[in-house]
């Protein structure tokens, strides 16, 4: 006899629900791949201030640019080490800016006081998500480094530790020497 392999319907809407996010909200295996864009998206995000901010006029500065949220576990899991590198680096020529992601910009606010960020990192917020998916962004937390004259030289999808000595590495060889 032949048993038809007919796909079973899960049990609870609930449990399915349950298990999608928690697949969507555990620390992925983060790493390095090729970045999806070649340069940052012109639209201009909001400041903590509510200025329009344009990414790609920061040039020549380096950029690590991270979409984050409050909801997300891996994405506070990583926020103390990129507070770390925005220190180490200070207002030289890499810059840290944080893309928030959720829907209330005051109350990520408040929550990044608990993180030590240099004066210098640049907080923006992603109103409707249009940002994230102009670069191709599935899923939080994603890390673009934008290079001096504007490219998007590594895309990470997934938690990483920030302040790791081949991080500053990497960043370093990327600044100019004219700058430094």
């Not at 629900?17 to 790493?31: D, F, K, M, Y």
Request: proline share 7%; glycine share 8%.
């Amino acid at each position: 006899m032949h048993r038809s392999s007919r796909i079973r319907k899960p049990r609870s809407p609930f449990l399915l629900i349950v298990g999608v996010w928690l697949l969507w909200s555990l620390p992925a295996e983060a790493g390095f791949i090729a970045p999806p864009i070649d340069r940052l998206p012109t639209e201009a995000l909001s400041s903590a201030e509510g200025e329009a901010v344009r990414l790609d006029a920061l040039a020549p500065k380096v950029l690590v640019v991270n979409f984050w949220a409050t909801w997300c576990a891996p994405c506070v899991h990583e926020l103390p080490t990129l507070a770390a590198l925005s220190n180490a680096f200070g207002d030289r020529s890499v810059q840290v800016v944080l893309i928030n992601e959720d829907i209330d910009f005051q109350k990520a606010e408040e929550f990044l006081h608990d993180f030590d960020f240099h004066a210098e990192t640049l907080r923006l917020f992603d109103a409707g998500g249009g940002y994230l998916q102009a670069i191709g962004g599935r899923g939080l937390p994603i890390t673009l480094i934008v290079d001096a004259s504007g490219a998007v030289t590594h895309y990470a999808g997934g938690s990483l530790n920030w302040n790791a000595p081949e991080i500053h590495d990497l960043l370093l060889g990327m600044v100019p020497e004219v700058i430094w």
